[in-house]
């Protein structure tokens, strides 16, 4: 069912990903300014919250899969040879809203613990929770080392449980009808666990480009975010074997 993967496999996805948004640039553009608003918001509300945006800005990383999946629906209507759609996209949730909706919840549900987690972290190492500023700076004081040990560890594990459920598990939901929720996490995790390196690889690239992207105001997520998001279809498509064609 899983196929082998090349170590260049996230240079074509991501290729593949650039294509899908230039055929299809509005729709792309749309779903863009959305991540870029929501960086926005998330700093605005949690900018005061140290301990809860650096969880929930990982969170957001992460949780991309479920927020792209009009995106996913455009490079499927492109595959298939079909002109995409802006409110196809949008609606493409409806089709599948009962696996999709319980795969919400638990990510849900794991964002909520982790961003608990850090806040404890946070708790414990200060006196008194540091504004966001000063959390920065904690970051790197070397006097801080067993806090940046704690909170690296505690965001290693939820973003890893996070990305081997999650980096193929909605693309999966919405092209097999037959695919509930467990099933697709299940296949997430075993393509990460079999073919670690070309995964973690694929992480790296979704972690290092989102960062960047985010650093001049979020501006960069207009056209970073949605390249991801049709390059995770592309990713989905090569990594999983169509029944069909087996």
């Not at 899908?20 to 700093?43: E, K, N, Q, S, T």
């Not at 449980?161 to 509930?180: C, G, K, N, Q, T």
Request: hydrophobic share 60%; proline share 6%.
């Amino acid at each position: 069912m899983l196929r082998d993967l090349p170590l260049s496999a996230p240079l074509h996805w991501l290729m593949l990903g650039g294509r899908d948004f230039v055929r299809a640039p509005l729709i792309g553009l749309f779903y863009g300014g959305c991540f870029m608003v929501m960086g926005w918001a998330l700093f605005a509300v949690y900018s005061q919250a140290p301990a809860y945006l650096l969880a929930l800005s990982a969170g957001f990383l992460l949780v991309g899969p479920l927020m792209c999946l009009g995106l996913y629906r455009v490079s499927q209507r492109l595959e298939n040879g079909e002109r995409p759609d802006f409110g196809d996209s949008l609606l493409a949730f409806e089709s599948r809203m009962g696996p999709l909706a319980i795969y919400g919840l638990v990510l849900l549900v794991l964002e909520m613990l982790w961003a608990r987690a850090t806040l404890v972290v946070f708790a414990v190492s200060f006196d008194g929770m540091p504004s966001f500023a000063g959390s920065l700076a904690a970051l790197f004081d070397p006097e801080n080392l067993s806090f940046l040990a704690a909170w690296a560890a505690v965001g290693a594990v939820f973003a890893g449980l996070i990305y081997a459920f999650s980096v193929i598990s909605i693309p999966m939901i919405l092209h097999r009808r037959e695919a509930d929720a467990v099933t697709a996490a299940l296949t997430s995790f075993r393509l990460v666990l079999g073919q670690p390196g070309v995964m973690l690889l694929w992480a790296a690239c979704l972690a290092g480009l989102v960062f960047l992207a985010s650093l001049p105001g979020f501006v960069g997520l207009l056209v970073v975010g949605p390249v991801l998001g049709h390059a995770s279809w592309h990713a989905y498509r090569q990594a999983v074997q169509d029944p069909s064609a087996a």
